[in-house]
């Protein structure tokens, strides 16, 4: 008998929308042993943080998220504890007004960063992780209007990870004019995305995190994340900029230990 398998794949950018959907793909056919199944995908989009944290309720099976999100802080369900994209979400470039850039060249420490103001859409997780390391932050509206906003100085900048921030920018910030990406800074907090599954489908669950492992084992999984992101470290020059680490309060027990590698 065929699996029906729900996957929510909304509130994000379409460049994790593609690799956490080939990345699920890959771990079920690394399963198929466990049964034949078909996968239905959902990109809508929930402003609202209720909305989200009741994706289950709302027909959804499994979904990626970063590990202890708030949204999902009271609801039951089961966390698949391995880290999805390298920890690749932590590392934050800044998008800024072309007129402002030698301003934040000019930056050398944090507390400089943490006196301007960063935008970041209503219900991201990572809004109340900046709030808690001193950052000033303008939670509000929507990320297809954060660039509007940013553009029209309710806040100095904004900050998305290096696996989103290309596309990001093509897409939204570019077509505006005078903002850019900005060349020299970078910050940096643990923030790994991982797979949350229904609590009920625990079965589901175990199938995932085996095809997972079984692509680690084989290398498949490396393959994959290159050829989404494998020259992003050069690209955008990561190793060279001046980072600025934050602390993320809201990581579970188990993942309190997790760091990103991938500059190693």
Same mark, same amino acid.
């Given at each position: 008998?065929?699996?029906?398998?729900?996957?929510?794949?909304?509130?994000?950018?379409?460049?994790? #929308?593609?690799?956490?959907?080939?990345?699920?793909?890959?771990?079920?056919?690394?399963?198929?042993?466990?049964?034949?199944?078909?996968?239905?995908?959902?990109?809508?989009?929930?402003?609202?943080?209720?909305?989200?944290?009741?994706?289950?309720?709302?027909?959804?099976?499994?979904?990626?998220?970063?590990?202890?999100?708030?949204?999902?802080?009271? $609801?039951?369900?089961?966390?698949?504890?391995?880290?999805?994209?390298?920890?690749?979400?932590?590392?934050?470039?800044?998008?800024?007004?072309?007129?402002?850039?030698?301003?934040?060249?000019?930056?050398?420490?944090?507390?400089?960063?943490?006196?301007?103001?960063?935008?970041?859409?209503?219900?991201?997780?990572?809004?109340?992780?900046?709030? &808690?390391? #001193?950052?000033?932050?303008?939670?509000?509206?929507?990320?297809?209007?954060?660039?509007?906003?940013?553009?029209?100085?309710?806040?100095?900048?904004?900050?998305?990870?290096?696996?989103?921030?290309?596309?990001?920018?093509?897409?939204?910030? #570019?077509?505006?004019?005078?903002?850019?990406?900005?060349?020299?800074?970078?910050?940096?907090? &643990?923030?790994?995305?991982?797979?949350?599954?229904?609590?009920?489908? $625990?079965?589901?669950?175990?199938?995932?995190?085996?095809?997972?492992?079984?692509?680690?084992?084989?290398?498949?999984?490396?393959?994959?994340?290159?050829?989404?992101?494998?020259?992003?470290?050069?690209?955008?020059?990561?190793?060279?900029?001046?980072?600025f680490t934050l602390q993320n309060p809201v990581l579970p027990e188990e993942m309190m230990d997790f760091r990103s590698a991938l500059l190693d």
């Amino acid at each position: 008998m065929m699996e029906i398998i729900d996957f929510w794949n909304g509130n994000k950018s379409e460049s994790r #929308q593609g690799y956490e959907l080939e990345l699920l793909e890959a771990c079920l056919c690394a399963s198929e042993v466990n049964g034949s199944y078909e996968l239905r995908i959902d990109n809508t989009d929930y402003p609202l943080a209720e909305d989200e944290g009741n994706i289950f309720r709302n027909g959804a099976d499994i979904l990626v998220t970063v590990a202890g999100n708030v949204k999902f802080r009271n $609801r039951e369900k089961i966390v698949i504890s391995r880290p999805l994209a390298k920890g690749l979400l932590g590392y934050r470039l800044l998008i800024v007004r072309s007129e402002d850039a030698d301003r934040f060249k000019g930056i050398k420490e944090m507390r400089e960063l943490q006196e301007l103001s960063i935008g970041i859409p209503e219900t991201w997780a990572d809004a109340d992780l900046f709030r &808690s390391n #001193q950052f000033s932050v303008v939670e509000k509206g929507s990320f297809e209007e954060l660039f509007h906003r940013l553009k029209g100085r309710e806040f100095d900048y904004t900050a998305l990870g290096a696996n989103e921030i290309e596309s990001a920018f093509n897409e939204h910030a #570019q077509p505006l004019g005078g903002l850019q990406i900005e060349p020299s800074l970078m910050i940096y907090y &643990s923030f790994p995305l991982v797979f949350y599954v229904h609590p009920d489908k $625990r079965q589901l669950a175990e199938r995932v995190e085996s095809g997972l492992q079984a692509l680690i084992d084989s290398g498949e999984f490396d393959d994959l994340f290159a050829k989404y992101h494998g020259d992003i470290v050069e690209r955008l020059n990561l190793k060279n900029r001046r980072t600025f680490t934050l602390q993320n309060p809201v990581l579970p027990e188990e993942m309190m230990d997790f760091r990103s590698a991938l500059l190693d």
